[in-house]
T-cell receptor, first 109, second 113 residues
């Protein structure tokens, strides 16, 4: 199974952009890159996913490197409600999510 | 309902007791998953259903764990003869397809004493 590497924690000021990096150097050509986040005492929440091209939705943007060995989740304007653990995931077997430890994002006012 | 509903929200079981955890997925969602999240860790895959068929149960930690989805909607995760190491949050997720964004429930926190 392809693995991902993320920083344990990051900190951001409120209303500033946040760039959350993820390395996945063993990614295969058919692996989608998924991002989920988990707020305290809640189940994970789907954020975004992509294959090769950059993706945007109402929550975030996903920038994928040309060689696909890394990606960056971009929160354009962090709010206090964005404080969560962010997981970068390459599903194995096409559907099963291996969450790992993720990046704990702290947002300060 | 609008989301994935799990019950009970909290469950305390004595060691050796059997427990059943329920998941009501979003109506029409074909795919259903169960995950286990130990304290301080990310969720780990347990099992996957497509409609009523259990297509993958490779993540179930022992034969004390059993999951079913008999009519392709509600699912139950059963744990027999609970042990302390079974203490965790059990999460259910559903989706229209197996490789699209999943909607998770809030989980059931199981504490075995």
């Amino acid at each position: 199974d392809a693995k991902t590497t993320q920083p344990n924690s990051m900190e951001s000021n409120e209303e500033e952009p946040v760039h959350l990096p993820c390395n996945h150097s063993t990614i295969s050509g058919t692996d989608y890159i998924h991002w989920y986040r988990q707020l305290p005492s809640q189940g994970p929440e789907y954020v975004i996913h992509g294959l090769t091209s950059n993706v945007n939705n109402r929550m975030a943007s996903l920038a994928i490197a040309e060689d696909r060995k890394s990606s960056t989740l971009i929160l354009h304007r962090a709010t206090l409600r964005d404080a969560a653990v962010y997981y970068c995931i390459l599903p194995f077997s096409g559907y099963a999510l291996n969450f790992g430890k993720g990046t704990s994002l702290l947002v300060t006012p | 309902g609008a989301g994935v509903s799990q019950s009970p929200r909290y469950k305390v079981a004595k060691r050796g007791q059997d427990v059943a955890l329920r998941c009501d997925p979003i109506s029409g969602h074909v795919s259903l998953f169960w995950y286990q999240q130990a304290l301080g860790q990310g969720p780990e895959f347990l099992t996957y259903f497509q409609n009523e068929a259990q297509l993958d149960k490779s993540g179930l930690p022992s034969d004390r764990f059993f999951a079913e989805r008999p009519e392709g909607s509600v699912s139950t995760l059963k744990i027999q003869r609970t042990q302390q190491e079974d203490s965790a949050v059990y999460l259910c997720a559903s989706s229209f397809t197996a490789n699209y964004g999943y909607t998770f429930g809030s989980g059931t926190r199981l504490t075995v004493v």
